[in-house]
């Protein structure tokens, strides 16, 4: 038992090192100019479509008043816009813009660069072995 809570200690200290370091690497790639919310606002808006900002605070797990700050960020970039519904005028929808792709589209060129760079010492087997190892840990699969 005591071999286990040494495994356990290791790989809660592995894993809290790894993504901090993942975390903070990709913090660099966005490079001050988009925050991680902001760049997670644009991807979700990018893949399923306009949304409310009500929408945001539970996937994002942060405040509504947080969400509206960085909404209001992406507004003045202008890399969103807001929309308000033709059916309920209460109701307003956030919309990426098309300088908000181009945006996207660069910092995933990005990402995906220091994916391959970071990844690229392990084997395809590896890889598929590590996939396999974090869905499992994945307690919403």
Same mark, same amino acid.
């Given at each position: ?24 690497? &990709? ?5 001050? %100019? ?10 979700? !808006? ?13 996937? !994002? ?21 807001? &929309? /308000?519904?033709?059916?309920?005028? /209460? ?17 995933? %060129? ?21 996939? %396999? ?9």
């Amino acid at each position: 038992m005591k071999v286990r809570t040494q495994m356990m200690y290791d790989m809660e200290t592995l894993l809290r090192k790894v993504f901090k370091q993942i975390r903070n690497e &990709i913090n660099e790639i966005l490079d001050k %100019e988009l925050s991680r919310n902001e760049f997670t606002i644009l991807r979700i !808006l990018s893949e399923q479509g306009p949304k409310k900002v009500t929408e945001f605070a539970p996937i !994002l797990e942060v405040s509504a008043s947080h969400i509206t700050a960085v909404t209001d960020a992406l507004v003045e970039k202008e890399w969103i816009t807001r &929309i /308000r519904s033709k059916e309920d005028r /209460r109701i307003i929808r956030i919309h990426i813009t098309e300088a908000g792709e181009k945006v996207l589209q660069h910092f995933n %060129e990005k990402k995906t660069e220091y994916f391959f760079k970071r990844f690229d010492c392990y084997t395809d087997a590896e890889l598929a072995t590590l996939i %396999e190892l974090f869905s499992k840990l994945d307690k919403k699969r």
